[in-house]
C-alpha cells in the first residue's frame, strides 16, 4: 500500500453493507402510526442514517411532547428486531472489506448501533476475519450527523483523520464525515440519490459495494489523498 494513501476505511453499516434501510424505515413508520403520530414513509427514509434521537426531532420536531420517545423507540426497536435473521448483506459486501485488507487497509466499522443489533449486523455479513474494529451506540454521545461515532471509530482503531476515507449510504453520513475533514464515499444502495449524496459532499459515489469493489483500485480508497 502507498505511504501516501489511506491507511484504513471506515464504513457505515446500515444501507452501506447491510441491507437495512427500508426495513428501519417500516419499523419507524410503524411506532409512529402506534403513537398516532403518523409521518408519511418518503419523508421517514429520508431521516433514515440519523440516531433516534436527532431523528425524531426531525420527523416530530424539536418542541415536540417527548413523553412518547421512549415508547416511540421501543417500539422501533421490536418491530426492526423482528428481521434481524433474515438481514441480508448488500452485493459483495464482504468481498469489499476482504479486497481492503487485502490491500493493507484496516477494516473499521463506524456503525452507531446497539450491541444487540451490532450482533446481527455482523452475523449477516459474516467477514470478522478481515474487521479490525467495530463501534457501538455505547461509543458516541451525539449521532449523526454530529460525528462523534467517527471520532470514536479513529480512536479505536488508532487511525488519524488524515489517513482514512468514510464510506457511507446517507447525506446525515456525508455530513459526519465532513465535519472531519474526512472524504466521503457515497453508495446509493440506502436509497439516496447520487445526485444527493454528490450535493452534501461526496467524493465519488457509486451503487453499492459490488459497484465500489469493481473500480476499488481506482477509488478514494486505495488513491493518494
Not at 87 to 98: I, K, N
Not at 141 to 152: C, G, H, N, R, T
Request: glycine share 8%.
Amino acid at each position: 500500500m502507498r505511504t501516501d494513501g489511506p491507511a484504513g476505511v471506515l464504513f457505515d453499516v446500515d444501507g452501506t453493507l447491510v441491507d437495512t434501510t427500508y426495513l428501519h424505515t417500516v419499523s419507524w413508520w410503524e411506532a409512529l402510526r402506534q403513537t398516532d403520530q403518523p409521518v408519511p414513509m418518503a419523508v421517514v427514509h429520508r431521516s433514515i442514517g440519523m440516531g433516534s434521537d436527532r431523528l425524531l426531532d426531525h420527523l416530530l420536531g424539536p418542541e415536540r411532547d417527548r413523553e412518547a420517545d421512549t415508547r416511540l423507540r421501543d417500539a422501533h426497536d421490536t418491530l426492526y428486531a423482528e428481521y434481524w435473521e433474515r438481514l441480508t448483506p448488500l452485493p459483495r459486501a464482504a468481498d469489499l472489506l476482504r479486497a481492503c485488507a487485502e490491500r493493507g487497509l484496516r477494516v473499521v466499522l463506524a456503525t452507531s448501533a446497539s450491541e444487540p443489533e451490532v450482533g446481527a449486523l455482523r452475523q449477516a455479513l459474516a467477514a470478522d476475519d478481515v474487521i479490525d474494529t467495530i463501534t457501538s451506540s455505547a461509543d458516541a454521545q451525539q449521532s449523526k450527523p454530529a460525528p462523534d461515532i467517527l471520532v470514536a471509530a479513529l480512536a479505536k482503531s488508532g487511525l488519524t483523520a488524515e489517513r482514512v476515507v468514510f464510506v457511507g449510504d446517507s447525506v446525515w453520513d456525508v455530513v459526519a464525515a465532513s465535519a472531519l475533514s474526512i472524504p466521503c464515499v457515497g453508495l446509493t444502495c440506502g436509497g439516496t440519490s447520487r445526485g444527493e449524496l454528490a450535493g452534501a459532499g461526496a467524493v465519488a459515489v457509486y451503487d453499492d459495494p459490488a459497484a465500489l469493489l469493481d473500480e476499488l483500485a481506482d477509488s478514494p480508497l486505495t488513491r493518494p489523498r
